[in-house]
């Protein structure tokens, strides 16, 4: 079979005239004899409303109920595809996780995909359907629904794109590639035609709001590339490959302000382990400890360390991501002078070989990430 995998984010699915637009899309590819499986994710902000209003009834909701109650967004977008393509005249069926097949471990909220079973997957193909999959969850070996953590739509369009040895898997947005910057904030971020699964990988760690981290790590696994493109036009998207080519130039630039930094005053690494939050640069000094964790995690972390002081401040980190970027002494040289203002600011410098990232104590203006990209991207 000649499978193609096509993966819709929130917005490209917000509304039943971008349904209509995503519904066109699909029947192009079914028209070039293509079998299509669409993972689709939940209209508009509708996860991020479930999130908040199960927040007003508990600052930290029990994780397997959260799970329970957000997977709902992806199968309305599943349904309301399947029967707008049904009334185009195409043959259509939704499946949610469990009847896709997909199965997970027990981490609720972060659950990782052990196996998909495609029989039910391949058989709804083989009768000429369009298969409309929810992105997003899973089911664990106690029938318990889960979800892989935010942006986990990527990596379920990326798993059923392997399982299915897919040639290639393309993600969909309002974006039409990925870009040396957010275009939303730096208006002369350049569109990217390539980019390494590494360097990606990377970027999306630092906080770029492209693609689900994992499932990068996983096309890499796969040797599966993933081409991410606009819903909305036909504009040749970005490649997310094996670029062998080693090539010593800046791929992206990145504010990340979802970040908070952490001071307590004793070692807490086993709790933070055993409660799976998910931390970065732990540092230990004589009396204090300092991490970094994701804005999304300090309610549960101050939960957790309820009989601890906890000292907390939002920061920005800014990473400049490419290959061979530590051989490239020059960067920082550029950088330096441009942040003066705010040097004093500065937590950490991070240098690796893809990447150097800044941390500071406080919430940085963009301003500087928009001389940082003039200077660096030409």
């Known amino acids: 079979m000649d499978i193609v995998v096509l993966k819709f984010g929130g917005s490209s699915v917000a509304n039943n005239k971008n349904l209509e637009t995503v519904a066109n899309k699909i029947i192009d590819f079914k028209k070039r004899k293509k079998d299509v499986v669409c993972i689709v994710s939940a209209q508009g902000k509708m996860t ?17 109920e ?13 349904s309301k595809l399947s029967i707008l393509l049904n009334e185009k005249g195409y043959k259509a069926i939704s499946l949610n996780g469990w009847q896709a097949g997909i199965l997970t471990n027990n981490k609720f909220q972060n659950a990782k995909i052990f196996n998909i079973d495609t029989k039910r997957i391949i058989n709804e193909l083989d009768s000429g359907k369009i298969v409309v999959v929810t992105g997003f969850q899973g ?33 969909f947005s309002d974006v039409d590639g990925i870009y040396t910057a957010d275009p939303n904030k730096i208006y002369s971020a350049k569109k ?22 994992r499932c990068v790590e996983l ?7 993933i081409i991410a493109g606009s819903t909305f036009s036909n504009e040749n998207g970005t490649i997310i490959s094996n670029d062998t080519v080693e090539k010593n130039e800046i791929k992206s630039i990145i504010q990340n302000d979802n970040i908070v930094y952490v001071t307590v005053d ?10 799976d939050i998910k931390f970065g640069e732990y540092i230990v000094e004589k009396d204090k400890i300092h991490f970094t964790i994701l804005k999304d995690v300090k309610d549960k972390l101050i939960k957790v360390l309820k ?14 991501i490419g290959i061979g970027i530590s051989n490239n002494s020059s960067i920082l040289k550029e950088i330096i002078p441009t942040i003066e203002n705010i040097r004093d600011n500065i937590i950490s410098i991070d240098v690796s070989a ?8 406080k919430i940085v203006d963009k301003k500087y990430l928009n001389e940082i990209h003039k200077k660096l991207i030409k």
């Open 219 to 225: 096309a890499e696994k796969y040797n599966l590339p």
């Open 48 to 64: 991020d409303n479930l999130i908040n209003e199960a927040k007003e009834l508990s600052k930290v909701p029990n994780e397997r």
């Open 266 to 275: 004793e070692d807490v690494l086993e709790k933070l382990l055993k409660n």
């Open 354 to 361: 893809y990447k150097i990232s800044i941390q500071f104590n």
């Open 307 to 320: 009989n601890i002081k906890v000292e907390t401040i939002d920061t920005t980190k800014i990473s400049i």
């Open 192 to 213: 990217i035609k390539q980019i390494s699964y590494k360097e990606m990988s990377i970027s999306s760690n630092e906080g770029a709001k492209v693609l689900h981290d």
């Open 66 to 78: 959260l799970d329970a109650l957000i997977n709902v967004g992806e199968q309305i977008s599943a």
């Open 139 to 171: 089911v664990n070996e106690n029938g318990d629904i889960t979800t892989l953590g935010r942006g986990g739509s990527d990596t379920s369009a990326v798993a059923i794109a392997s399982v299915l040895k897919a040639k290639n898997c393309y993600i």
